[in-house]
């Protein structure tokens, strides 16, 4: 199976602040067809996952461009800009280009 | 709208069975490939498998995790996606979503795999 390794595991930020959350994978998430199927959720408490970002850097329908993906291969980032109190909870990465899909860990956007 | 409702979660013994339910609204749903993913409290998700759409003959795909012990299956007349699960362990204690396309998830159903 790929091994998504997110980092950190808990991510302290202020109000108006700008993080960054890496997703490594253990081979290279470039598919046969030329797509990388790299994504990236949000889930809040008692919630179910958002998609926020797929394939890597485009941003689903509704979200803000606070939130921008970014990578190659097997290195992707995850940037948030101006943190606001709707954007804690967990992140997750996803790839869905080898079976079986795997998700990485999670880290935790918690307020300083 | 896109909608997708869970059912059939619950309790059930090690060793049983159960079938989870997804009802699918608010797009062509034979267009699209459908997914179950589970996720234990507190721990990140987990991938199932999933069931292509008409144009891919509705084959499936498992995690080799559940393979052999869970089947997928969709009703195309009644917009139905389901989940037959077998042999159930403790381990397999989780919130089961349906999702459709990675975009767009359930609100989850519990099943606790408890004696």
């Known amino acids: 199976d790929v091994l998504m390794t997110q980092t950190p595991v808990s991510l302290p930020v202020s109000l108006g602040g700008q993080v960054s959350i890496s997703c490594r994978s253990s081979?290279?998430?470039?598919?046969?067809?030329?797509?990388?199927?790299l994504h990236w959720y949000l889930q809040k408490p008692g919630q179910s996952p958002q998609l926020l970002i797929y394939?890597?850097?485009n941003r689903f329908s509704g979200v803000p461009d606070r939130f921008s993906g970014s990578g190659s291969g097997t290195d992707f980032t995850l940037k948030i800009s101006r943190v606001e109190p709707e954007d804690l909870g967990v992140y997750y990465c996803?790839?869905?280009?080898?079976?079986?899909?795997?998700f990485g860990a999670g880290t935790k956007l918690e307020l300083k | 709208e896109v909608k997708l409702l869970e059912s059939g979660g619950g309790l059930v013994q090690p060793g049983g069975s159960m079938r989870l339910s997804c009802a699918a609204s608010?797009?062509?749903?034979?267009?699209?490939?459908m997914y179950w993913i589970r996720q234990p409290a507190g721990k990140a998700p987990e991938w199932l498998g999933f069931?292509?759409?008409?144009?891919?003959?509705?084959?499936?795909e498992y995690n080799p995790s559940v393979k052999g012990r869970f089947t997928i299956s969709r009703d195309n007349t009644q917009n139905m996606l389901y989940l037959q699960m077998n042999t159930l362990r403790a381990e397999d204690t989780a919130t089961y979503y349906c999702?459709?396309?990675?975009?767009?998830w359930g609100q989850g159903v519990m099943v606790t795999v408890s004696s």
């Open positions: 999702c459709l396309n990675y975009a767009y």
């Open positions: 608010g797009f062509t749903f034979t267009d699209f490939y």
């Open positions: 069931i292509r759409n008409k144009a891919n003959g509705y084959t499936t």
């Open positions: 081979q290279s998430l470039v598919h046969s067809d030329g797509n990388t199927y």
């Open positions: 394939r890597v850097s």
């Open positions: 996803l790839q869905s280009t080898h079976f079986p899909n795997t």
